[in-house]
């Protein structure tokens, strides 16, 4: 539990890093950055893979694509989810959407803690239902105002989460399913980096790019890394909650770039906001006790023998 909750902070941090480093990547466009990263980030993708010893699941992924062919439109099917996340990820704050995707991963953990419930039976806590409805009210305010949420928005809160699900229905969950993701995303990569005008004419005109696109690699090699062990490693309600690091440091990253809440939308986000520290609230009690629990259970290991001698 304990690895799984440092990979998510983790993980977090980093993926705060890469949103604030978009922009100095200009004069590349959403697409060439998308396809520079997963280009920069498969070779430390794979170092990780060897390092970890995790290639045999990769074969075993393979011979599941022998015996089941249909198996390969399901891995396809999880690289274009994926694909779609880290593009709009890199996307958004060259556009000025980086506050409505900010807003997406700060319902990403509700929605998760929902899907847990439905999917896969994890029961909801007290704190958690009183979270989705908070964050429910927010919603509904958005939609009631504003026409409904931007597809930004959605697009992160419902993708990321049927990603995981599927990724967990399937079994490819685990390392050698996270780079058999990455490589199938590389075709795409390629295409947008070398469709005109090419990216390598625009990366030989700025030496700034020399340095930050190998540092772009290397950055979304280690947070992709971590999030996906904190996904396997936790419960996907918990991993949801551990995942609101990161919106809290994405927002933050916005404002900076210049973006800012309109005071009708606090309406919006205050509810969201309100329903973050519920489910942190409710994290870190549940947390507590647990350590508690385990306490105990090593304060009473050692006369377990003594009662048995007298026994």
Excluded at 153 to 170: D, L, N, S
Aim: hydrophobic share 55%; net charge positive.
């Amino acid at each position: 539990m304990l690895k799984g909750l440092i990979a998510s902070v983790s993980a977090s941090i980093l993926f705060g890093v890469l949103y604030y480093l978009a922009p100095a990547l200009m004069p590349l466009d959403g697409e060439q950055i998308f396809g520079w990263r997963v280009l920069c980030t498969l070779p430390f993708t794979t170092a990780l893979l060897l390092w970890r010893g995790d290639t045999i699941k990769v074969l075993l992924m393979f011979k599941r694509v022998w015996r089941k062919p249909t198996f390969a439109l399901a891995l396809l099917f999880s690289a274009a989810m994926l694909g779609g996340q880290l593009w709009l990820f890199l996307w958004a704050p060259l556009h000025g959407r980086a506050l409505p995707v900010s807003l997406g991963y700060f319902l990403l953990p509700l929605v998760m803690v929902l899907a847990g419930r439905v999917m896969f039976g994890e029961r909801l806590s007290q704190g958690q239902l009183a979270a989705s409805i908070l964050a429910g009210v927010g919603v509904l305010h958005e939609m009631a105002t504003g026409g409904g949420l931007s597809w930004e928005t959605w697009f992160v809160a419902i993708g990321y989460t049927g990603y995981f699900a599927f990724r967990r229905y399937i079994g490819t969950d685990h390392m050698g399913g996270h780079w058999l993701d990455m490589m199938l995303l590389v075709p795409p990569a390629l295409w947008f980096v070398t469709r005109g005008p090419s990216s390598l004419v625009l990366i030989a005109q700025h030496s700034h790019l020399w340095l930050l696109i190998p540092v772009l690699g290397i950055l979304s090699a280690v947070a992709l890394t971590l999030y996906m062990k904190a996904a396997r490693l936790l419960p996907l309600g918990l991993f949801g909650l551990l995942s609101y690091v990161e919106p809290v440091l994405l927002a933050l990253v916005a404002v900076m770039l210049g973006e800012s809440i309109e005071p009708q939308q606090w309406f919006t986000y205050g509810p969201i906001f309100a329903a973050v520290a519920c489910l942190v609230a409710d994290s870190v009690w549940r947390i507590y006790q647990s350590g508690q629990s385990e306490k105990r259970l090593r304060s009473s290991a050692p006369n377990e023998p003594a009662l048995k001698a007298q026994g």
